[in-house]
């Protein structure tokens, strides 16, 4: 059964940290795109970052890019985004998502995991 399983989320201080997990089960994560993205109740789900499956290259969005790092590791199957200097705006339930082909966009993810919540707040 495939399944992705996103952790680590929780209540943070801006100016803090959190590291969030995708856990992969039922299929090698590595030859897939993975992708992290992020919602606010009643706005559109957005784009976060991605990793692709085979060059490993990463991308961000504008909002995110120099503080938040993408990385995967194959051996246990999971991909991680670390998010440093977190600011109120990043408050979202964050999710990650399996694409089999390397495009980053929602449209194109194949596998969906439940979500996460992220609370940046003083």
């Known amino acids: 059964q495939v399944q992705l399983v996103e952790s680590g989320g929780g209540l943070v201080q801006p100016g803090g940290s959190l590291r969030l997990s995708c856990a992969a089960s039922?299929?090698?994560?590595?030859?897939?795109?993975i992708g992290w993205f992020r919602q606010v109740p009643g706005k559109e789900r957005e784009g976060v970052s991605c990793?692709?499956?085979?060059?490993?290259?990463?991308q961000y969005a504008d909002s995110v890019r120099g503080r938040f790092t993408v990385a995967r590791d194959n051996a246990k199957n999971t991909v991680y985004l670390q998010m440093n200097s977190l600011k109120p705006e990043d408050t979202a339930t964050y999710y990650c998502?399996?694409?089999?082909?390397?495009?980053?966009?929602?449209?194109?993810?194949?596998?969906w995991g439940k979500g996460t919540l992220v609370t940046v707040s003083s």
């Open positions: 990793i692709s499956g085979l060059s490993g290259n990463t």
């Open positions: 998502a399996a694409s089999e082909s390397s495009w980053c966009l929602e449209t194109y993810m194949n596998y």
């Open positions: 039922g299929f090698a994560s590595d030859s897939y795109t």
